[in-house]
């Protein structure tokens, strides 16, 4: 991409409104555009990121065995009806009356629409297990939206939901997600801490939020070290195989989020030097809720002996708009965004120091050719700003690496590279740092 073609309204000011420090750089860096409280348009910057964030997402839910679809924004209010949620969810559900004087809403969750569309389908423990999924935007009237893209009104959310015979089956397709949410995060450039959460009226241990600590968390948490340094399980597990060890290491040490917590069974628990007590993001929630709607909905399997019952369902899911700001307050400092490879916008920034100069021109056309080629994404800075205009963009949008080729250097056959997350700058031929860029090397 030229960044004379592409769209990027950066801004000088810092806005006045935006509190936490994901919220500033969004805005400034020109990712997003408030266009109603806690809805944004998302510029082509952002949402390249959105993209990418999304696509990893996906690829961890496939790899754990879930399947996707998508189900519509648009509910019938009916559905909800079913399950007692229409008149029990409150002023966060946008309520929507079409001309035929039906009831709609916005959904803010898709339990009632999953339900429906299993039991229209599946009549058999031989139909079980199933895990399915869908990323879609979700509609919540939030009291305070505020943060940005952290708590919108609007968001993006990937929601999994599970079907299983009874509950010791659902474990397993829990803890896959468990599993799948660690390795998600992971790729994502995040640590993440599971932490028992409220299971309600299902009682049992099977609910976990996500959190990844940070000072401008929502949340206040409390868990053992250990847990954030822990890592995941990796790519390579086996997601047919047994996993209640992975979840097992992780749920034997302390975490959990104010709700949850019991301070003395955390300074039992837990000793002294390893006690954590912060703030955290949520970022995803995973939740076994047994047979809370498929029992009033009536979304039966029969059993080998031959008995219907209700299905036990779970829920998983990830605010996958939320993470960009998650991403953000992780990897930053004061000149902007630090994105991680995964999920940076454009994979190298290309400076021109002389735009016009046909020889530097040239050479930024080599090198953006051949790293187009490489398959890194560059993003060449072809426009006529100053040197020091250009390296603070730069820096503000947080791409990983930065070629800077101008004529001085070409002079003598060099160019610069510097990397973002260290400030490190290599000086070197401009056909060594392609080169090296394209294969990786300062990574
Ligand atoms: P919270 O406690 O933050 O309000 P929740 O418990 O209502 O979230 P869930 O229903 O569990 O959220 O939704 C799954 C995920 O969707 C959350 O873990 C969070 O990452 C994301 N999410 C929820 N509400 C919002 C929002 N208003 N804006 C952005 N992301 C959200
Ligand atoms: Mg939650």
């Given at each position: 991409m030229r960044l004379s073609r592409f769209f990027l309204p950066v801004l000088k000011e810092v806005p006045g409104e935006a509190?936490?420090?994901?919220?500033?750089?969004?805005?400034?860096?020109?990712?997003?555009?408030?266009?109603?409280?806690?809805?944004?348009?998302?510029?082509?910057?952002?949402?390249?990121?959105?993209?990418?964030?999304?696509?990893?997402?996906?690829?961890?839910?496939?790899?754990?065995?879930?399947?996707?679809?998508?189900?519509?924004?648009?509910?019938?209010?009916?559905?909800?009806?079913?399950?007692?949620?229409?008149?029990?969810?409150?002023?966060?559900?946008?309520?929507?009356?079409?001309?035929?004087?039906?009831?709609?809403?916005?959904?803010?969750?898709?339990?009632?629409?999953?339900?429906?569309?299993?039991?229209?389908?599946?009549?058999?423990?031989?139909?079980?297990?199933?895990?399915?999924?869908?990323?879609?935007?979700?509609?919540?009237d939030e009291r305070r939206p505020r943060f940005g893209v952290m708590r919108g009104r609007e968001f993006l959310m990937k929601d999994a939901y599970s079907f299983d015979l009874d509950e010791a089956a659902a474990r397993m397709s829990y803890n896959k997600m468990f599993a799948a949410y660690l390795n998600t995060f992971q790729r994502l450039g995040l640590k993440a801490v599971p932490m028992r959460a409220d299971t309600g009226p299902i009682g049992g241990d099977l609910s976990h939020e996500f959190i990844i600590l940070a000072e401008t968390g929502e949340s206040e948490v409390f868990c053992d070290a250990r847990l954030v340094e822990m890592g995941a399980p990796g790519?390579?597990?086996?997601?047919?195989?047994?996993?209640?060890?992975?979840?097992?290491?992780?749920?034997?040490?302390?975490?959990?989020?104010?709700?949850?917590?019991?301070?003395?069974?955390?300074?039992?628990?837990?000793?002294?030097?390893?006690?954590?007590?912060?703030?955290?993001?949520?970022?995803?929630?995973?939740?076994?809720?047994?047979?809370?709607?498929?029992?009033?909905?009536?979304?039966?399997?029969?059993?080998?002996?031959?008995?219907?019952?209700?299905?036990?369902?779970?829920?998983?899911?990830?605010?996958?708009?939320?993470?960009?700001?998650?991403?953000?307050?992780?990897?930053?400092?004061?000149?902007?965004?630090?994105?991680?490879?995964?999920?940076?916008?454009?994979?190298?920034?290309?400076?021109?120091?002389?735009?016009?100069?046909?020889?530097?021109?040239?050479?930024?056309?080599?090198?953006?050719d051949a790293l187009t080629l490489a398959g890194k994404e560059p993003l060449l800075d072809d426009t006529d700003a100053r040197a020091g205009g250009k390296f603070a963009t730069m820096d503000l949008i947080g791409l990983p690496y930065q070629l800077v080729i101008g004529p001085r250097g070409l002079k003598e056959g060099k160019a610069e590279v510097k990397v973002r997350a260290t400030g490190e700058r290599h000086e070197l031929s401009l056909a060594d740092a392609v080169a090296r860029l394209a294969e990786g090397a300062f990574s």
């Open positions: 509190q936490i420090v994901s919220h500033r750089l969004m805005l400034r860096a020109g990712m997003i555009r408030q266009e109603a409280a806690g809805i944004y348009a998302w510029l082509p910057l952002g949402h390249r990121v959105l993209k990418k964030i999304e696509q990893i997402v996906r690829e961890e839910q496939d790899r754990a065995g879930a399947v996707e679809m998508l189900m519509p924004t648009l509910q019938l209010a009916d559905l909800w009806r079913e399950s007692g949620r229409y008149d029990a969810y409150g002023p966060e559900m946008l309520r929507i009356v079409d001309r035929h004087e039906r009831d709609l809403l916005y959904g803010p969750t898709n339990e009632e629409m999953i339900t429906e569309i299993f039991r229209a389908y599946s009549r058999s423990y031989k139909d079980l297990p199933k895990l399915l999924y869908h990323i879609q935007w979700k509609f919540r790519l390579d597990l086996d997601f047919d195989g047994d996993l209640q060890p992975v979840v097992d290491a992780r749920t034997a040490l302390y975490a959990a989020t104010d709700e949850m917590h019991d301070s003395a069974r955390f300074e039992a628990e837990t000793p002294a030097e390893h006690r954590v007590s912060a703030r955290g993001i949520e970022v995803g929630h995973i939740f076994y809720f047994g047979t809370k709607y498929s029992e009033p909905m009536k979304a039966v399997v029969t059993h080998p002996d031959g008995q219907d019952r209700p299905v036990h369902m779970g829920s998983y899911g990830v605010g996958v708009s939320r993470l960009m700001g998650a991403i953000i307050e992780a990897h930053h400092d004061e000149n902007g965004c630090i994105w991680p490879e995964s999920v940076a916008p454009f994979g190298v920034g290309i400076i021109n120091l002389k735009a016009g100069d046909a020889e530097t021109d040239q050479a930024c056309q080599d090198a953006y």
